[in-house]
Structure formats: C-alpha cells, structure tokens
C-alpha cells in the first residue's frame, strides 16, 4: 500500500469515478482553495491538494446512499492500492453532523477541507449572481455578504466555513485564498 498519492494518480482516480461535470469541477475548486491554505499554513501542499480532489470521489459511485459517502471513498482509495490515514480521517470527518457515526473534525486538515470544500458553493453560487457570471474582480466583502445571507446557497455549511478560525486562519484569509485559488482556474471553470 501505498502512503502517498501524487496530484496525477489523483486526478487520474477523478477521471475513473467521477462522472459528473459539475462534481468534477467542485473537486478541482476544493483542490486549488486547499493548495492556497496549504502554502498559507505551510504545510504539504501535495496532501492537502489531492485530498481536496478525492473528498466526493465516491459519489457518483454511491448514487443516492449517502450514508456511503466518505466510506466508499476511502474503499476506492484503498482497493487502488492507497492507505494514507490523515487524508481518509479528512474525507470521513467533512461529513461530521451530516452521517450518524462520523468522527468528528480534529486536525488542520480536517477542518481546511471541509471548510474549503463548504466555501466552493458560495462562490461558486455568488459567480453565478454577479454581472457577467465571472469570478475576475469578485471581493471578500461581497462574498462574505452572501456568506451571512442563510438563505443564499442555503445548503451551504456556514459552520464548516467559520470553523476554518478554529486552526488560526480568519474567514476573510480562507474567502480571499479562495476567490484567488479559483480565479487561477477560471477558464477552466467556465467562470
């Protein structure tokens, strides 16, 4: 087994499992927001990237039986020859609250993921309200505005977001490094 995963064996698992366009698309957002938070916290850039990658390679796999989400990932992971336990404690814990019996959100990892992961579905849903429907130019404030608004993306989870303080990170630096993170990716987002 192996303890590592580089950025193309993980993309290379996106492309095998993941069908959905717009679930691709939201794993390579939580990729690039977890490489910024990454080089902010300076930690391995590598891990934190491909475990935003490969946090929902499971669900097109599952279908509609969430209480699979996470698990069958970490099963997918493995059965391709990968055990790299901080990564799977991650892809378990961003569903803390949501699955029965999930741990909870412990390390920096955990709480980057599903913080930046949560934080892909406000920007992504604030691009789609703005003029133009594009990220260049898109500001913290605003952000933070629909942020605040609970009906505004409303599946959203804002306590996964403002959690990000718990690992000495403000709000407004992980809004920032995700607006950045996806304006570098833009084209490719179609945003």
């Known amino acids: 087994m192996k ?3 580089t950025i193309e064996e993980a993309r290379a698992l996106v492309e095998k499992y993941v069908q959905t366009r717009t679930l691709r698309l939201h794993s390579r957002e939580s990729e690039v927001i977890m ?3 990454a080089q902010h916290l300076g930690r391995d850039e590598e891990l934190w990237g491909t475990s935003g990658l490969l946090h929902d390679l499971d669900i097109d ?3 509609g039986n969430i209480e699979q989400h996470g698990l069958e990932s970490i099963n997918l992971l493995k059965n391709e020859g990968y055990d790299i336990p901080e990564m799977f404690q991650a ?3 961003h569903t803390e609250g949501l699955i029965a019996g999930r741990p909870a959100r412990e390390t920096d990892l955990d709480f980057a ?3 930046a992961e949560n934080l892909t579905g406000i920007i992504s849903a604030y691009v789609l309200v703005r003029p133009g429907q594009k990220i260049e130019g898109a500001k913290v404030k605003s952000v933070t505005k629909k942020l605040k608004d609970k009906s505004f993306a409303a599946s959203v989870s804002r306590e996964f977001i ?3 303080e718990k ?3 403000e709000r407004s630096m992980l809004i920032q490094a ?3 993170a996806m304006t570098e990716i833009a084209d490719e987002l179609g945003m």
Do not use: P, Q
């Open 3 to 5: 303890n590592h995963i």
């Open 35 to 37: 490489r910024k938070l």
């Open 61 to 63: 796999v599952i279908g």
């Open 91 to 93: 892809i378990l814990s």
């Open 113 to 115: 993921l599903s913080a």
């Open 162 to 164: 403002n959690d990000i």
């Open 167 to 169: 690992i000495g990170v």
């Open 178 to 180: 995700g607006l950045e």
